[in-house]
């Protein structure tokens, strides 16, 4: 198979993890291109990326024009956005003029509304089918794998699913009073927001964090988890109609949720502009240019995540329970790429299902969802990449129903 040419978009924690997995591919690709807003950030991660070579370039991926140059004067082949989900048009865009595979792991996202749904990103269905592009959306962990645990569950051990939950633990201590773990303004818009779960064919509305109960987490134990929207569960509902039920949880600590309750009173969270000596800005994006990057918590974190999805069906007539999880050591995360886990395990499937449509392994002309494509080449060469998955048939549930 002839080499393909690989442009990565975004030098944040996603992005360094995805670069230094993808430059290991030297069977797969040619070469590798790290372009970002910053381009003092894309050349720290490709001095210590390789045997692949990894160049890198400054870029407004908000701007179609620019873009559209560098992918064509790159020549990628594949495009692996882990920008932020604001630039998920203009990117899918640039691809359609190019003649490049899309991938990205998070969905579109207005900057001016905290709504995320993937009505925008499905719009684009037929001009990829026309153009002969495959466009993955929501290669990271969740969506991501999430997606490929419940189309793996499908296949394999029912004829037909009833009831998903995600369950989603960060049991790690990076030892700051309040951080966030992914891009702080994108991860406090998503928490903030009511939560949303789907029953009996209708979506039913909470207020934000109402909904909580104990999970208990493999080899981390009992933790409270708060039901959240989160975008997986649109398409699973659409792609497994036999679903009567998807929630998705996670885990907050009570130092967390008091000092985001804090920062909400005190109007820090609002995306609302405000004037402020007399230039306009966005509370929130302020708040994010004080906490600490995503990126800089590896070096100190300890513990792990565990995520996973927990399904209740039928096979062969009989009721069944499968749990299908990943547990990831921050530290583990940290040895093989200078990341804590919540990076890693969002980077090791980009950089995954990257490699999967580069190779043509993955294919479909138009608008995938993860859960669409066959789930047993992307877990076959999960583990190997450094995300060990585990699969527990009719064994104690993580919590009651
Ligand atoms: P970071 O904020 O650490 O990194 C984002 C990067 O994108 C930064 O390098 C930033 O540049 C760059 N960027 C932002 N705007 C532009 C632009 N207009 N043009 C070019 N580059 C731009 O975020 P993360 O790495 O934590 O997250 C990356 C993505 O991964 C997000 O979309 C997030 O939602 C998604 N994610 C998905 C998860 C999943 O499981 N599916 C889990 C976690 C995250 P600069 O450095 O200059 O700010």
Redesign the pocket.
Known sequence: MQKKRLMI???????NVAVRKSARMEELYEEILL????KA?CDAIAKEAGPVKVRTAQ????NIDELANLISSFKADVVLN??????DLSIMEACLRTGAHYV???NYEPKDEAHFEYSHQWAYEERFQKAGLTALL???????VTNVFTAYAEKHYFDEMHYLDIVDCNAGDHGKSFAT???PE?NIREITQNGRYFENGEWISTEPLEIHQSVDYPRVGAKESYLLFHEELESLVKHFPTLKRARFWMTFGQQYITFLRVLEEVGMTSIKPITFQGMEIQPLQFLKAVLP???SLGANYQGQTSIGCQIRGVKDGKPRTVFIFNNCSHQLAYQDTKSQA??Y??GVPAALGASLVARGIWSRSGVNNMEQFDPDPFLEELGPLGLPWEVVVDGKLAFGV
């Open positions: 978009i975004g030098a944040g924690g996603v992005g372009a970002s807003r910053t950030k870029v407004d991926a908000d882990v920008a932020l989900p604001y630039q990205d792991t998070a929501g290669s990271g962990f969740d969506p991501g773990n992914f891009n994108i990057e995503p990126a919540v990076s395990t969002t």
